[in-house]
C-alpha cells in the first residue's frame, strides 16, 4: 500500500484551440530575454496511420481494456495516482504537483544555453520528437520575430533544456520558414556509439574500383533539388483502398508485382547492371507521385486494386 501524502485533485482545462492543440506551454530564454510559446506537435498522426480496432472473433463485440483495482474494480483515471517502489511492496505516493515544486521559474522555461553551426549536431541524437513553436500571445509577437530573424542572419541553432512530459530534455530550436522549430534530443548517455556495434570490414581483391563505381552511381543518382513531396506511404493507401473495397463489398485483386530485379551473380556486377539502370530511381519516383494521385482518388472510391464480388 502507498503511503498518501496527497489532496485530491482538481481538473485543469486547457484554453488552447483544438485544432493546433499545445503540447506544451511557457518561456522561452534567452540572455535577459524571455517571452511565451506554445510547442505545437509538427505530426499530424491522423494523417500517418490507420487505426484498427480489436474485436472477439466468436461473438464480434469490441475489445475493453478497463483500469481495476482488486479491491474496488474498476476506477477512474481521477482515482488514479502515481507512486515509487522503494521497498518490496512499500511504496511512496508522488504528486504532480510535489514535482513541479522542485523546479524554479527558469528552470521551468525553455532556456536557450548556446548557439551552435547547424553541422554541429548529428541526427543520431534526435529523438523523433519535432514541435513548432508558436508565440503565446500579444507581448510575446515583438521578440519572437527578433529571435527568429537574428538566428536566420547569424545561420546558428540554439540549444538548451526544457522539462517536457515530466522530464527535462535536451533540445534544438532552429528557424524553420517563419516559425521555430524544436527537436528533441537524447541525452548522450543515453545512445550507443558506433564502435559498440561496429565489426571489422573486410579487404576484397579490386575494391578500389568498386568503390569508384559507387561513387559514380551515387553522383549520377544525386538530384539537385530533392521534393520530399515524392515519396508517399504506399503502405498505408493500400491499407485504405482495402478497407474501403471491404466496406463496398468488393473483393480485393492481389496487385501485380513489380518489375523483376535481373539477376546479380556478386558484388562488382550489382554494381555494373546498377551503372545501367542510373537515373531509374528519380524516373520512378517522379511516376510515384503522379501514380500516388492517381491512387488517392481511387481508393477514396474504393475501387483501386479491387473489383466487385459476383452476386450469390
Sequence with gaps: MATKTRKR??????????????????NLRFGLVTFGVQAVNAHVPSKGAVSFHQFH??????????????????????????????????????????????????????????????????????DGRMYFLVPDGDSALEPYAVFLAAMKRQERYGVGQVVFSGKEQVVLVRPYGEVLHMALLNYEAEMRTAADVSVTLPK???EARK??????IIEQWTEGHFDFSDYVDRSLEKTEALINAKIKGHE??????????????????ALKKSMEQTGHKRQSASRGKAKAHKNGAAHRNGTHQVRRRKAR
Design 9 to 26: 485533485r482538481s481538473k485543469s482545462k486547457s484554453n488552447t484551440g483544438s485544432r493546433n492543440r499545445a503540447s506544451w506551454r511557457g
Design 252 to 269: 480485393i485483386v492481389k496487385p501485380e508485382e513489380d518489375e523483376e530485379e535481373p539477376d546479380v551473380i556478386n558484388l562488382m556486377d
Design 204 to 206: 576484397s581483391a579490386g
Design 211 to 216: 568503390v569508384k563505381l559507387a561513387e559514380q
Design 57 to 126: 472473433e466468436d461473438c464480434g463485440r469490441r475489445i475493453h481494456y478497463q483500469k481495476v483495482c482488486p479491491v474496488h474494480g474498476e476506477v477512474t483515471n481521477d482515482e488514479i495516482v502515481s507512486a515509487y517502489e522503494y521497498g518490496k511492496g512499500k511504496y511512496v505516493e508522488i504528486e504532480d504537483e510535489e514535482l513541479d515544486a522542485l523546479r524554479t521559474e527558469k528552470e521551468k522555461a525553455l532556456t536557450i544555453d548556446t548557439f551552435i553551426d547547424p553541422q554541429e549536431i548529428d541526427p543520431v541524437y534526435y
